[in-house]
C-alpha cells in the first residue's frame, strides 16, 4: 500500500466517529448454526406471518410486481429496475392496520408515514432531521433500547438521561422529563419505548400526553412501538399522530409480524414532519422484493397467520410465568408482560435463604446456557436498575421446555452449588467487570 505524506486517518475522519466502539449485534456472540436455540434478539420464534401453503408463490411471469391477496408473487424480471421511491401501496396497506379509531375518530393516510430500513434508519432519519451536530440533543429513559445511543453518536448528538421509574413497573417520570425540556431547550427529540425494551412493559398514555402538552418545548416525542402487537388490541398509538403534531410513533414487522430479515421499519407521524423524512432519504431506500413480502404480510390471510402465532407466543409467556419462579434462584419478573420477551431476575442463592438478584450469578447463567447447552438469551444486568437480570425471548413449546430444562439443571444441579459465588470460575473482579459490560454491549 502506498502511503501519502500529508494523508492521516486520525485526522481527517470525524472525532466522534473515530471513537465510535463496533456495533455488536446479537449474533456477534453466539451464531445461528442450525444448532443454537436463539432467545436473545425478540425474535418470531414462529417465523414469518406469511400463509406458505400453497400462496408463496415467486412468479417469473410476472412483470408488475402485482400483489394477489391470496398468494405473494415476487416480480424476479423487474428486479432490474429501481422499486417504487414512494411506497404508496405499502403505506396504504399499514395505516389500514393502524386506523382502528380507538384514540381518535381521524383517519392515517399515505401521507402520515415514511418507511425505512427497519427502525433503525427511522431513528437516524429524526436526528438527521431534527439535531444539528454538536449543539442539539436528545432525551432517553433508560433502561432503554441501546440503538438511540449508537445513532446518537454517530450523528454527534449529546444523551440527556431520565431514568424510568423502577418503583412504577418502569413508567415514564413525566414530571422530571419536563423539568428537563424547559431546562435544555437544545434537546429536541425524546426516545420513549413502549412496550419498552428490556422492560417489555406498555407505558401510560397519559404520562405521553403530558409530554406533549409541553407549553413551552418545542421538540418531538418519538414513540418506539416496535413490540406493540404482543400487547393487548387497541394499544398503539400510531393514528394519535392524527392529532398531535410533535408526536412520531416507529413502528417494525420485525417482531410480531417475524419479518427481522426484510428490514422494514415505518414511521406514523405528521404529514409535515413525513414530508421532511422522505426529502432527506435516500430515492429508492425500500427494496422491491421487501415492498412485496411486507404488502403480502399485511394481507387480512397473513394478518391472521400473524394474530395465530402472537396467540401461541402469549400461551408460552404465560408458560414462563408460571414455571420458571419454581426454579429456586429464580428472582422477580421486571417491568411488564406485553412483549414477547421477559426480563427476569437472578440470584445468588435460592430465595428461601435470602438470595438477591446477582450480575455475577446472571452472567454465570448466561454462559452456561449459551456454552455449554446450546441456549442463548440477553444478559442486561448492566441496564440502570436491572441488576442480576436476563431478557429471554419467549419461543416455541420445544424451546421453552429446552430452556426450563437446562435453567432448572444449572442453578439447581450439583454444579450450581457454587454458581455467581467466590467459588465460581476464579475471574477478579475487574474480569468480572469487564466480562458483564461485554455481555451487556450487545444491541438487541
Not at 412485496?292 to 394474530?307: D, E, G, H, T
Request: charged share 25%; hydrophobic share 35%.
Amino acid at each position: 500500500m502506498k502511503h501519502t505524506r500529508a494523508f492521516r486517518l486520525e485526522t481527517c475522519a470525524r472525532p466522534n466517529i473515530l471513537s465510535l466502539q463496533p456495533y455488536r449485534c446479537a449474533r456477534d456472540d453466539y451464531k445461528d448454526d442450525g444448532t443454537n436455540i436463539l432467545l436473545d434478539a425478540n425474535e418470531n420464534a414462529y417465523g414469518p406471518s406469511l400463509d406458505v401453503q400453497g400462496n408463496l408463490h415467486p412468479d417469473a411471469s410476472n412483470l408488475n410486481g402485482a400483489i394477489d391477496p391470496n398468494k405473494l408473487e415476487v416480480d424476479l424480471l423487474g428486479l432490474n429496475r429501481y422499486p417504487d421511491p414512494h411506497q404508496t401501496e405499502l403505506k396504504h396497506h399499514l395505516c389500514k392496520l393502524r386506523n382502528l379509531h380507538t384514540h381518535t375518530t381521524k383517519d392515517l393516510s399515505p401521507e402520515h408515514l415514511f418507511v425505512g430500513v427497519g427502525s433503525d434508519e427511522v431513528i437516524d432519519a429524526l436526528l438527521r432531521c431534527f439535531c444539528t451536530p454538536s449543539h442539539d440533543k436528545i432525551l432517553t429513559c433508560p433502561p432503554t433500547y441501546g440503538m438511540y445511543a449508537v445513532s446518537a453518536q454517530v450523528n454527534d448528538v449529546e444523551i440527556v438521561k431520565v431514568p424510568l421509574d423502577p418503583a412504577r413497573g418502569f413508567q415514564l417520570q413525566p414530571e422530571a422529563i419536563n423539568a428537563a425540556l424547559s431546562s435544555d431547550p437544545s434537546i429536541k427529540l425524546v426516545y420513549v419505548t413502549s412496550p419498552g425494551n428490556p422492560t417489555a412493559n406498555l407505558l401510560s398514555k397519559s404520562d405521553i400526553q403530558k409530554l406533549l402538552e409541553h407549553p413551552t418545548w418545542n421538540g418531538v416525542v418519538v414513540l418506539d412501538e416496535a413490540y406493540i402487537d404482543f400487547s393487548r388490541d387497541g394499544a398503539s398509538l400510531a393514528e394519535w399522530v392524527t392529532e398531535w403534531p410533535n408526536l412520531v410513533v416507529m413502528q417494525t414487522l420485525s417482531k410480531a409480524f417475524g419479518l427481522a430479515g426484510i428490514r422494514l421499519g415505518a414511521a406514523f407521524t405528521s404529514p409535515e414532519v413525513a414530508r421532511l423524512l422522505n426529502n432527506l432519504k435516500a430515492p429508492y431506500n425500500i427494496s422491491s422484493p421487501t415492498s412485496a413480502l411486507a404488502i403480502a404480510a399485511l394481507q387480512p390471510n397473513n394478518v391472521a397467520v400473524m394474530r395465530a402465532n402472537r396467540l401461541k407466543i402469549m400461551e408460552q409467556r404465560q408458560r414462563l410465568l408460571h414455571e420458571l419462579p419454581k426454579i429456586s434462584r429464580i428472582g422477580r419478573f421486571l417491568g411488564g408482560t406485553d412483549s414477547n420477551f421477559l426480563l427476569v431476575e437472578i440470584l445468588d442463592k435460592p430465595r428461601i435463604h435470602g438470595g438477591r438478584p446477582s450480575n455475577k450469578s446472571a452472567m454465570a447463567l448466561y454462559e452456561g446456557l449459551a456454552e455449554t447447552r446450546g441456549v442463548v438469551v440477553r444478559f442486561r444486568g448492566k441496564e440502570m436498575s436491572c441488576e442480576g437480570c436476563l431478557r429471554i425471548t419467549v419461543g416455541t413449546s420445544k424451546e421453552v421446555d429446552r430452556l426450563l430444562e437446562e435453567t432448572h439443571s444449572i442453578l439447581e444441579g450439583e454444579k450450581g452449588i457454587g454458581l455467581g459465588t467466590d467459588k465460581g470460575d476464579g475471574r477478579t473482579k475487574e474480569e468480572e467487570e469487564v466480562k458483564e459490560q461485554d455481555a451487556n454491549g450487545v444491541i438487541a
